[in-house]
């Protein structure tokens, strides 16, 4: 039997937008800019901050008219590559789809932020001792796991010089 993959794709991908939207709307109505909320102390917190640039503040002392077009087009161009690699995934193959719509729910999540603010909301602060992991948010865990499940599924997946051999 053959599954409808695009159905679960959008599905999570709708999901994982509607949850960062929320979570940021939920942080921005209830804590001040760089306000910290311990939950476990020396681990994890609520902080509070506005990110400029990509993953770990890369590029975030450029312009905003050299980084928003960059960024607003990095994420449109990873959008499009997930959806032509999905057209070529088998729909039984849901955990492929899943982390496809995931990776994409997690970029237009961001997306939308700079579309609105110019900058990305970031609140999950965690640290293990002196070592400080930058804030993120549900699309940046959403895109880290959907590239995570990928990149091993891609391992296991026989080369051609494999097969051919």
């Known amino acids: 039997m053959r599954r409808?993959?695009?159905?679960?794709?959008?599905?999570?991908?709708?999901?994982?937008?509607?949850?960062?939207?929320?979570t940021k709307v939920a942080v921005t109505a209830r804590m001040h800019?760089?306000?910290t909320?311990?939950?476990?102390?020396?681990?994890?917190?609520?902080?509070y901050v506005r990110n400029t640039g990509a993953a770990f503040g890369l590029l975030a002392g450029r312009a905003a008219a050299l980084r928003m077009p960059f960024f607003l087009l990095v994420s449109?161009?990873?959008?499009?590559?997930?959806?032509?690699?999905?057209?070529?995934?088998?729909g039984e193959r849901r955990l492929i789809v899943g982390a496809c719509g995931a990776v994409a729910g997690g970029a237009i999540g961001n997306m939308i932020d700079r579309v609105l603010f110019g900058e990305v909301i970031d609140f999950v602060d965690l640290a293990i001792g002196a070592y400080h992991w930058p804030a993120f948010n549900v699309a940046d865990s959403a895109i880290t796991l959907g590239v995570l499940v990928?990149?091993?599924d891609a391992l296991r997946q026989p080369s051609p010089s494999r097969v051919l051999s």
């Open 33 to 35: 800019l760089h306000q």
């Open 76 to 90: 449109a161009v990873a959008v499009v590559l997930l959806v032509w690699f999905l057209r070529s995934v088998p």
């Open 4 to 22: 409808a993959k695009w159905p679960v794709a959008l599905g999570t991908a709708t999901l994982v937008i509607a949850l960062d939207q929320l």
């Open 37 to 47: 909320i311990v939950l476990v102390d020396g681990f994890a917190a609520l902080t």
């Open 150 to 152: 990928l990149c091993l």
